[in-house]
């Protein structure tokens, strides 16, 4: 019977997990930290394994350092939490599944990348089937209606639909501040700050040396706000390294463009950050098109985090609002086209300027385009630069859409674009 827990909130990932636990000896559930993994693997799993580095003799850790045998129960699936904290375990599942090609065995769920790559010594494809995991999105915690599904505008349905619900500025301002932490459901709005402020405290305490390598707390805050105040834009590490210097007079802080990659590398490693690639194969003249990504934090709360925001202040800078709320449009677009098994990217012409916030292809290669406008005052000029996007296109997008926050009705415009509310969206 499954660990599952009380008042488990059901995630679109879930369904894929079923599915790949037939398929595969294992599967290793990646992340970042509070975005519900653990919660997620006990819903599946009949036993469980805890790996959080810990100085009890009686843990699961110090047994694992003791004798590794000693932590498997042999009640499948058996959820290894933290797995990475002992690299060798990849090793030992990996072997455990060719011992009687069983399906279903082991669930690994970790929240950084091995610290030390070099003790493991089998990539365990064909084994072990690795998944991608994020905070909840809109749909998930219940905040999107869903009344509009992302797989029908690759179909092009014709859409005319009602929110229930309005969505005003202060509830926008509300879900960015708190993101999609799981924990953050049952609190007060007024609190919502609080858990991404923790997360990312944690990260400069204790996660940026999860390496073992020490690197400087004060620096890489720097860099955060760096990365914070450039959500959803198109920087360079250069950029990053002049955006420090400007913000500090102090020489002890100068930061070279090395210690930017590192530290960047670090965020990737834990989770923290997450770029939009570029999206080029089906425009006529890939010479010109930009192949610079898009960076983001893995949820917009912890930009927010970064910078001090709460509501008020949110609301108060409506430019920043709305980087922050393509932020949150990019969160929930990427956990719905990974659902349909599809990828998300963004589009930048270097010669003509011309940029699409989203790009989503299915595995087919067909896609669509989206742009992302807080207000509905821009719904027009964003129509306009879709209309001009797919006109360079080699082949045609299958939908563009516009998608919006301030709006309470779905519907397809006369051109042929797309107008959701960010509250109306499901896979």
């Given at each position: 019977?499954?660990?599952t827990?009380?008042?488990?909130?059901?995630?679109?990932?879930?369904?894929?997990?079923?599915?790949?636990?037939k398929?595969?000896?294992a599967i290793?559930?990646?992340?970042?930290?509070?975005?519900g993994k653990?919660?997620?693997?006990l819903?599946?799993?009949?036993?469980?394994?805890?790996?959080?580095?810990?100085?009890?003799?009686?843990?699961?850790?110090?047994?694992?350092?003791?004798?590794?045998?000693?932590?498997?129960?042999?009640?499948?699936?058996?959820l290894i939490?933290?797995?990475?904290?002992?690299?060798?375990?990849?090793?030992?599942?990996?072997?455990?599944?060719?011992?009687?090609?069983?399906?279903?065995?082991?669930?690994?769920?970790?929240?950084?990348?091995?610290?030390?790559?070099?003790?493991?010594?089998?990539s365990?494809?064909?084994?072990?089937?690795?998944?991608?995991?994020y905070?909840?999105?809109?749909?998930?915690?219940?905040d999107?209606?869903?009344?509009?599904?992302?797989?029908?505008?690759?179909?092009?349905?014709?859409?005319?639909?009602n929110l229930?619900?309005?969505?005003t500025?202060?509830?926008?301002?509300?879900?960015?501040?708190?993101?999609?932490?799981?924990?953050?459901l049952?609190?007060?709005?007024?609190?919502?700050?609080?858990?991404?402020?923790?997360?990312?405290?944690?990260?400069?305490?204790?996660?940026?040396?999860?390496?073992?390598?020490?690197?400087?707390r004060?620096?890489?805050?720097m860099?955060?706000?760096?990365?914070?105040?450039?959500?959803s834009?198109?920087?360079?590490?250069?950029?990053?390294?002049?955006?420090?210097?400007?913000?500090?007079?102090?020489?002890?802080?100068?930061?070279?463009?090395?210690t930017?990659?590192?530290?960047?590398?670090?965020?990737?490693?834990?989770?923290l950050?997450?770029?939009?690639?570029?999206?080029?194969?089906?425009?006529?003249?890939?010479?010109?098109?930009?192949?610079?990504?898009?960076?983001?934090?893995?949820?917009?709360?912890?930009a927010?985090?970064?910078?001090?925001?709460?509501?008020?202040?949110?609301?108060?800078?409506?430019?920043?609002?709305?980087?922050?709320?393509?932020s949150?449009?990019?969160?929930d677009?990427?956990?719905?086209?990974?659902?349909?098994?599809?990828?998300?990217?963004?589009?930048?012409?270097?010669?003509?300027?011309?940029?699409?916030?989203?790009?989503?292809e299915?595995?087919?290669?067909?896609?669509?385009?989206?742009?992302?406008?807080?207000?509905?005052?821009?719904?027009?000029?964003?129509?306009?630069?879709?209309?001009?996007?797919?006109?360079?296109?080699?082949?045609?997008?299958?939908?563009?859409?516009?998608?919006?926050?301030?709006?309470?009705?779905?519907?397809?415009?006369?051109?042929?674009?797309y107008?959701?509310?960010?509250?109306?969206?499901?896979?």
């Open positions: 019977m499954a660990l827990k009380e008042n488990y909130k059901k995630r679109l990932i879930d369904n894929e997990i079923s599915e790949l636990l398929m595969f000896g290793s559930i990646e992340g970042p930290k509070y975005c653990t919660w997620t693997a819903n599946h799993a009949n036993s469980m394994v805890l790996l959080t580095k810990s100085n009890n003799p009686n843990s699961d850790y110090q047994k694992a350092l003791i004798n590794r045998d000693l932590i498997y129960a042999n009640n499948y699936p058996e939490d933290e797995w990475q904290s002992i690299e060798q375990i990849w090793d030992d599942v990996r072997t455990k599944c060719d011992e009687d090609g069983k399906s279903g065995k082991f669930i690994l769920t970790g929240s950084s990348v091995p610290a030390r790559q070099d003790k493991i010594f089998h365990g494809a064909g084994r072990i089937y690795k998944l991608n995991m905070t909840m999105s809109l749909f998930e915690s219940g999107s209606e869903g009344i509009v599904k992302l797989s029908d505008l690759f179909l092009n349905k014709d859409l005319a639909v229930k619900n309005k969505p500025l202060e509830k926008l301002a509300d879900l960015i501040i708190r993101g999609g932490w799981p924990a953050s049952k609190y007060d709005s007024k609190n919502y700050y609080r858990l991404p402020l923790s997360y990312i405290e944690d990260v400069l305490s204790h996660d940026i040396n999860y390496d073992g390598v020490m690197r400087d004060e620096k890489m805050q860099l955060l706000r760096s990365l914070a105040r450039n959500e834009t198109l920087v360079t590490n250069e950029k990053l390294v002049n955006d420090i210097e400007n913000y500090t007079t102090e020489k002890n802080y100068q930061i070279s463009r090395n930017v990659s590192d530290y960047l590398n670090v965020l990737e490693n834990i989770h950050i997450q770029n939009q690639l570029p999206y080029s194969i089906k425009i006529r003249s890939s010479v010109r098109v930009g192949k610079m990504s898009k960076r983001h934090f893995v949820d917009v709360s912890l927010c985090a970064v910078l001090g925001l709460k509501q008020e202040q949110l609301m108060k800078d409506l430019e920043l609002f709305g980087f922050m709320f393509e949150l449009v990019v969160r677009l990427r956990i719905y086209i990974e659902y349909l098994g599809g990828h998300i990217y963004h589009f930048h012409d270097n010669n003509t300027g011309l940029e699409v916030d989203v790009i989503l299915l595995r087919d290669g067909t896609f669509g385009a989206i742009e992302v406008k807080l207000g509905v005052g821009k719904i027009e000029e964003a129509a306009k630069n879709l209309l001009k996007f797919a006109k360079s296109c080699d082949v045609e997008p299958k939908f563009l859409g516009v998608v919006c926050g301030m709006i309470d009705y779905a519907y397809k415009r006369k051109d042929g674009v107008v959701l509310p960010i509250t109306a969206l499901r896979p």
